[in-house]
């Protein structure tokens, strides 16, 4: 459930139920649906294939070789996916979202180059917790709830990550700080 393809559903579809977006059912369902298959199925289609073509050896991707190509495909996806958002009236928020993941994933891919494979688990909550931060303080929602939920859920992670030794203390961290600052640049920068 706490899966890093997993996660930007999850995190839109506390959106739709806690900030006031306008729109109704089905333009939520049809926001979803485009999200889920671009974060969702897209890449899980993406891992299968690269097992198939031996690729990859696990769908865990465990190497920072078989994280490259999966990852750069997962840039270009977002990017795309917060370009079509930025334009949906009501909707700008969550193309800034997916250009803050868009950034981290590219933190990410830079740590490549130094030999750090960080946690896109942490990456994926860092930017969520971020996020509705942001999101608190431009609607003026209370949403500290999940805010804590989001925080207490990353230390479970990262806890997880580390004693299934998947990660270092570092890649966990990294993952995290990065998933934070990410929306933050964004938001200030836009």
Not at 111 to 136: D, E, M, P, Q, R
Not at 139 to 166: D, F, P, S, V
Request: one cysteine or more; hydrophobic letters at 55%; a positive charge.
């Amino acid at each position: 459930m706490l899966h890093p393809i997993v996660i930007p559903t999850i995190g839109i579809i506390l959106y739709f139920l806690l900030i006031p977006s306008g729109f109704n059912s089905n333009q939520k369902y049809a926001v979803l649906g485009l999200i889920f298959v671009t974060t969702y199925i897209i890449p899980l289609v993406i891992l299968i294939l690269f097992k198939k073509l031996k690729l990859i050896k696990s769908f865990k991707a465990e190497s920072i070789k078989e994280r490259k190509v999966p990852i750069a495909m997962m840039i270009v996806l977002f990017y795309l996916l917060g370009n079509t958002l930025k334009d949906i009236s009501n909707l700008f928020d969550l193309g800034l979202l997916f250009y803050a993941t868009t950034l981290g994933l590219i933190f990410i891919y830079i740590f490549f180059a130094f030999k750090i494979k960080a946690s896109l688990h942490l990456l994926s909550l860092g930017l969520t917790t971020s996020f509705f931060i942001i999101l608190n303080y431009i609607y003026n929602e209370n949403l500290n709830i999940i805010i804590i939920g989001c925080l207490l859920l990353a230390g479970m992670l990262g806890t997880a990550r580390l004693h299934l030794k998947a990660h270092t203390q570092t890649e966990v961290y990294l993952g995290f700080l990065f998933g934070f600052i990410s929306p933050l640049i964004v938001f200030y920068i836009l």
